[in-house]
């Protein structure tokens, strides 16, 4: 039986669920609600959100979004599909495997769901400038990367207007978050120059475990070290399948011969458990993930939506799901950092000798729990000109620059109080340092 | 020998990293029944269908409306006037073509009438969205077959699962946090050989600094107790002077400065986890006591077989003490003296776990049964655990509910209780109008009188003194037993890993009421 589709392109009872919420009034709904037919039709057809990341929390979210009466949604994606994402990414199939996630969930959903408009964008976030970015009322995230996720934050701090001081709420652009991991997750509010940022809490990421060097190379204990070994140390020196050739994890052959590798390494010290699943999960740095968590997680993102969108400043921003034993939920508000790195203003603070080599700064840089920066390239200005004084991510200048890494910051002509400008993937803008020089 | 994986083992790889081979191998001989192809009902089954459960049933009798393809993802536009099993079974079995999706086009109160026995086949039954009275009764049916029954809800911005299973057994229940199983309060005999064959005092400096922390602190607890009478550390003093010693040890340079030992800092840090009793944790000694591992039978399922094998062995060669677990964390150390350690224990826990083996044996044989061990692939005797979630007739039963546990919650009137009462309420106006309050607009204002009453007549029969605050009542009433898709999808997350938890045997399920708070975004677990 064939749908009475309206000149809306909708039929009766479709948004029934959604609008007892909208057109109703309640005790608990926050200050400035307003029950109106309006709200739906501001849902249908004007709010416009973005999605980053169409995985597994990603389509999630473009069906919960869908659902719920969102009808603009772009999605950013730069993944393919891989037949390890189809145990939860449920809008791709196996015969998808191999193709853009953003435009395959964009199809999915809009053949599903009558009316929706989604734009799939087969992209890196950094290809987009602000001009991309303003265009949305809110952005929801759903990404398996901590750099993406501070320069999607770094981004939307830089939307910011102030007037003598003051920030124009009309720039501000909530940011909803999400991250799973097995059976863990978490989902958080950020209203960018309101509540804390992605920097604020940078602690809260536990950093990435690496195995100390020495370990791998001459005290391996763990079937874990004599696989890290042989993807860190062999293949370099054996370039088993060809010069320039780099290890890449999807690549069977690749993992077989890791695999092998590390089964010799591991004979010769009597360490047993090396796997192939468990070679493939430390090269690939493989995070165990189910349908179920993302679901959990993506459910409360909604929420978060409703409170955001009505500029309420959230009490508990920050919410953390575990069901390893039972079901656990727990959310607090997380607090802003007074001298956040990224949103707060504060002109951060380098402290050194005049003695110090600019590889100590630099290793502050990478090292420091609040900053934790990949590889940041530093220019200063001096003599009136703009100098760089140390840059990685491009060969020719690291080759150029490598030799001030030993040179002190008094040799390469730093004063104090001198302003040091860093870049790096971490922010789409330079943090600006103002050196300050210690006996 | 080919590594590379098969397709299926490729799809379910991140799963497989959590439940392993074994747990998948549940999932697949699994086959859920779902009554009412709800989104809430739906959304559960995505989430089993995605990792390959191995089959699933739907009973529903309902057509499906326009409301219904608005807030389901597993009906499409041209699926309206269909039966609702029928036209969600479709979507959803086009997600994974190894799971096989049937339908039976029926109203469950029909079903209960002619054919009960009926639900005797499934491994798991998930109720959503389903009414007071039949729910009932399908529990009762279920409690009497030992079918376990998951009763799933979303009552607008709340949601409500309630577990009910006369006994699951966790084999493997995976702690976040583990206390590690060393035994240096008591080191069994081939540990204090092991320790004995160092020389700390006369080894070279390489050595010294890569002597494994476990071996270091067992040494010195060793020179600690022939100085205080036979007594470990017992208080944060004696630990912290313990420490000390164990700080003096570290080797000094020709000028007396203490030189780097990491492997030192190590045992320095570790000295509460090295000094953890080894003991039979409580949940053990529980399922020890029980009167299932007492009495050992023919019909005794495999889990309590194991339990009281354990126990013997507790009461034999354990000497009080469970099987040793076998594993030990890393540390600094060289290679050789850490592989040389990590084997004692790992030797030792394949002697207890043979011990505990011969003992299964001789209960077997007691009662004429023959093997066991297809069910308990991976066990670990100080993580097993049972779970008792009792029946719904208990639950209702005004002599048998847990009133103080109500009660007490409501100390805190906003209390995720509250909003089980509520639930409770609105059962009882549909049970009184055949419908739900607020569902057209024009019924809010009159229904909340309506459920007023009704939360005050459950209040009164229950024998309840708590104070339900008017809001709730007016919130109810605003819900007009909506179901928007994002509370569904939060609840089918959360079902689902509960379901597979049950299937498993991995991973413990919460016992026994879960309820979700989605405007305020807390949720909480209550027995009753």
Sequence with gaps: ?439 | MADHKTNKDQRYDRQLRLWGDHGQEALENAHVCLVNAAASGTEILKNLVLPGIGAFTIVDGHRVSGEDVGNNFFLSSDSVGKNRAQATTELLQELNTDVSGNFVEENPDRLLDNDPEFFHRFSLVIAVQLEESTCLRLGSVLWNAAVPFLVCRTYGLVGYMRLVVREHTVVESHPDNALEDLRLDQPFPELTNHITSYDLDNMEKKDHSHTPWVIIVAKYLQKWCREHDFQLPRNYKEKEAFRQLLREGIRKNENGTPEEEENFDEAIKNVNTALNPSKVCVSVEDLFNAEQCENITSQSPAFWVMVRAVRDFVQAEGRGSLPVRGTIPDMIADSDKFISLQNVYRERALQDAAAVSRHVESHLQAVGKVCIWGTLHMWNAAFLRVVHCRALVEEYGVDTVHKDEITSCMDNPDSEMVLYLMLRSVDCFYQQHSRYPGVYNYQVEDDIVRLKLCVHSLLQEYGLTVNVKDDYVHEFCRYGAAEPHTVAAFMGGAAAQEAIKLITHQFVPFNNTFIYNAMAQTSATFQL
């Excluded at chain 1, 659902?67 to 145990?87: C, Q």
């Design chain 1, 1 to 439: 039986m064939a749908l009475d589709v309206g000149s809306s392109g909708d039929w009766d009872g479709r948004w029934r669920h959604v609008q007892k919420f909208l057109e109703r009034s309640g005790p608990f709904t926050h200050p400035d609600f307003e029950p109106s037919e309006e709200t739906l039709q501001f849902l249908l057809e004007t709010c416009k959100i973005l999605v980053i990341g169409a995985g597994g929390l990603g389509c999630e979210l473009l069906k919960n979004l869908a659902l719920s009466g969102f009808r603009h949604i772009h999605v950013v994606d730069m993944d393919t599909i891989d037949v390890s994402n189809l145990n939860r990414q449920f809008l791709f199939r196996s015969k998808d495997v191999g193709h853009p996630k953003a435009e395959v969930a964009a199809d999915f959903i809009n053949s599903r769901v009558p009316g929706c408009h989604v734009v799939p964008h087969f992209k890196k976030i950094q290809e987009f400038d602000e001009s991309f970015y303003r265009q949305f009322h809110i952005i929801v995230c759903g990404l398996d990367s901590i750099i993406a996720r501070r320069w999607m934050n770094g981004m939307l701090l830089s939307l910011l207007v102030y007037d003598d001081g003051v920030l124009d709420p009309s720039s501000i652009i909530p940011l909803i978050d999400g991250g799973t991991e097995g059976f863990k997750g978490n989902a958080r509010v950020i209203l960018p120059g309101m509540t804390a940022c992605i920097d604020c809490t940078l602690e809260l990421y536990p950093p990435q475990i690496n195995f100390p060097m020495c370990t791998i190379a001459s005290m391996p204990r763990l079937p874990e070290h004599c696989i890290e070994y042989a993807r860190i140390l062999q293949w370099p020196k054996e370039k088993p399948f060809g010069d320039g050739v780099a290890l890449d994890g999807d690549n069977p052959e690749h993992i077989h011969w890791v695999f092998q590798k590390s089964l010799e390494r591991a004979a010769e010290f009597n360490i047993i458990g090396v796997t192939y699943r468990l070679t493939q999960g430390v090269v690939k740095r493989i995070i165990p993930a189910v349908a179920s968590t993302n679901a959990v997680i993506a459910g409360t993102v909604p929420s978060r939506e409703n409170t955001a969108l009505f500029a309420y400043v959230p009490l508990n921003n920050y919410l953390v799901f575990n069901d390893v034993d039972g079901l656990y939920t727990y959310t607090f508000e997380a607090e802003r950092k007074e001298n956040c790195s990224a949103c707060s203003q504060v002109p951060q603070k380098l402290q050194f000798p005049p003695s110090a080599k600019l590889q100590e700064v630099l290793e502050y840089l990478t090292e420091n729990a609040s900053l934790q920066m990949k590889s940041p390239a530093i220019t200063a200005t001096l003599e009136g000109k703009n100098k760089t004084l140390y840059l990685q991510t491009v060969a020719s200048i690291e080759e150029k620059t490598r030799p001030n890494l030993c040179k002190t910051l008094k040799e390469l002509g730093l004063a104090d109080g001198q302003e040091l400008a860093v870049a790096d993937v971490t922010t789409p803008q330079t943090v600006l340092f103002k050196l300050n020089f210690t006996s």
